[in-house]
């Protein structure tokens, strides 16, 4: 029987470079834009002269790329070889490596954890392993689509594509020398996404963990311990395929949703960064199982009546590693003034943080009135909404608005200094504007430019229904609404192929018209 997991994108909304470094914490939302595995048998029966096989076959498809590759999994040493890729497209290369040692790595936890169930987990490598990987359209970008079809900068224009749309690629990528195009993508950590998907898919179907009935309000004990595994395993594949030891914020949120994040210490994988050829993997993956993960997560999530919106302005992608490259470089060659940068950008951080976390209070104590005032100021410019305070506690609500705002000016202004120090566009002044204007809309809390910063894409935080106002404001500002909310939830078992998901949503869609 087939296995489905999903595991979510994410926005970061504050911590971009400081969440590099411990106790820096950095407030990562995750979304409704999910990457999805479906794991299942390759064979429906095993051949009596397979026991004495000593590799079994994995069979990798991302339909979205039209490309499927064959591969060899040697049952002693647990590494793949790839024997053969059928791709239409012949832009890049058919290895996947967040997906290869996403497998290698979980069937090594299945070798070093099922100590009584051995010939169980034989007789389902045995079959064989048929993986699909889907990664929803709000993962990749479809601009140029849209405006090639003359259709408008709009979310309607987005949601008229199919699920799981085929990818695009950056044409212009193709002219440098000897590069091949990259997928266009829209920030939103696909490969942390896809990773764990693959990860927990593969971690169920083999019975390492039990992710049936995950409810983010009742995770205790086993449930909490069997997403610390998929956690494990996949900040390990994540962080060795990219071929760095990154903060793992994007990989925490697809496991456990939301949240206010500190990394863990790097050590903690040197076992996995060290281990030699000769080095049984499942040594690896013992060791590094074992280890003391010290991260810390907090719940989080946006208060009541907020939304938030993410908006692709259309110039381009930013590289993430050399922008913080050059951030690192600048740290080294001016501690003092780096220092000083980023102790205020932490206070306003913190400050933004505790804000939004009184606002989530005030809520749970005075709903009626929370509600009152927000879609109050929802209708307003900030600069009117104290007006439409009647009583205290409203009052004290728009007290709370008004803070955050000024908290993600300073968190803005503090980016935009390192960016001038370190010679890199943390926030261009393109984005400057964009940002500007958008925080002077009706409705608007915060805006600002999640991670790193650059080109990519830029978020809001609106209040009430004026969500539709801004995407509006922003089509006319050539920036195109991407379909992405919040979703607090982390890492999901789904009941069916997602795909037959969205068939029966669109046929239900079409009888209620």
């Not at 903060?247 to 994988?269: C, H, K, N, T, W």
């Not at 400050?351 to 009135?369: C, D, G, P, Q, V």
């Not at 990519?456 to 609404?481: E, H, I, P, Y």
Request: with cysteine.
């Amino acid at each position: 029987m087939a296995v489905v997991a999903s595991a979510p994108g994410k926005v970061l909304m504050t911590g971009g470079y400081l969440v590099l470094e411990r106790p820096n914490a950095g407030i990562v939302l995750s979304t409704n834009a999910r990457f999805y595995a479906i794991v299942k048998p390759l064979y429906d029966e095993i051949k009596p002269e397979s026991w004495a096989w000593g590799w079994t076959d994995v069979k990798l498809t991302s339909p979205q790329m039209a490309r499927e590759t064959m591969y060899k999994l040697s049952l002693k040493h647990l590494k793949l070889q790839p024997v053969s890729s059928r791709q239409v497209v012949q832009v890049f290369g058919s290895r996947n490596p967040f997906v290869e040692h996403a497998v290698q790595y979980a069937v090594a936890a299945a070798h070093a954890t099922l100590d009584k169930d051995k010939d169980t987990l034989q007789r389902l490598l045995l079959q064989g392993l048929d993986i699909t990987i889907l990664g929803c359209n709000e993962f990749y970008s479809y601009r140029n689509q849209i405006e090639a079809r003359g259709l408008p900068l709009t979310p309607e224009s987005l949601a008229s594509l199919p699920p799981f749309a085929s990818i695009t690629f950056n044409a212009e990528e193709s002219t440098g020398e000897n590069r091949k195009p990259e997928v266009a993508k829209t920030g939103l950590g696909s490969s942390a996404a896809m990773t764990t998907a693959v990860v927990a898919a593969l971690l169920h179907y083999l019975g390492v963990v039990n992710l049936s009935s995950l409810d983010e309000d009742q995770l205790q004990g086993k449930k909490v311990a069997d997403l610390d595994v998929v956690h494990v395993i996949a900040q390990t594949a994540h962080c060795i395929a990219q071929g760095k030891v990154g903060s793992g914020f994007d990989v925490s949120s697809a496991v456990y949703g939301s949240q206010r994040y500190i990394r863990f210490s790097p050590e903690v994988l040197s076992s996995a960064q060290n281990a030699g050829m000769a080095t049984p993997l499942t040594e690896v993956i013992d060791d590094v199982l074992k280890a003391k993960w010290d991260h810390e997560r907090t719940k989080f999530s946006l208060p009541p009546l907020m939304t938030l919106l993410l908006g692709e302005p259309g110039c381009g992608g930013s590289s993430t590693p050399s922008m913080v490259g050059a951030v690192k470089k600048w740290q080294r060659s001016d501690p003092q003034d780096s220092l000083e940068t980023w102790r205020r950008l932490s206070e306003g951080n913190s400050a933004l943080e505790a804000h939004l976390n009184t606002l989530s209070k005030l809520a749970e104590r005075r709903y009626n009135a929370y509600e009152c005032i927000i879609n109050a100021c929802s209708l307003l410019p900030a600069e009117k909404w104290l007006e439409r305070a009647n009583e205290p506690t409203q009052a004290e609500i728009v007290k709370e608005l008004l803070g955050a705002r000024d908290a993600m000016l300073r968190i803005r202004y503090q980016m935009r200094k390192m960016g001038e120090a370190a010679g890199i566009p943390i926030e261009p002044e393109s984005q400057s504007q964009l940002l500007d204007a958008t925080m002077n809309m009706e409705g608007v809390l915060l805006a600002g430019i999640p991670g790193a910063g650059g080109f990519d894409a830029v978020f809001a935080v609106t209040l009430g229904a004026s969500s539709q106002n801004v995407t509006q404001a922003w089509s006319s500002l050539n920036v195109l609404a991407m379909l992405v909310r919040e979703d607090p939830h982390g890492v999901s078992l789904e009941n069916n192929d997602p795909r037959a998901k969205e068939i029966t949503t669109a046929v239900s869609s079409i009888q209620l018209e």
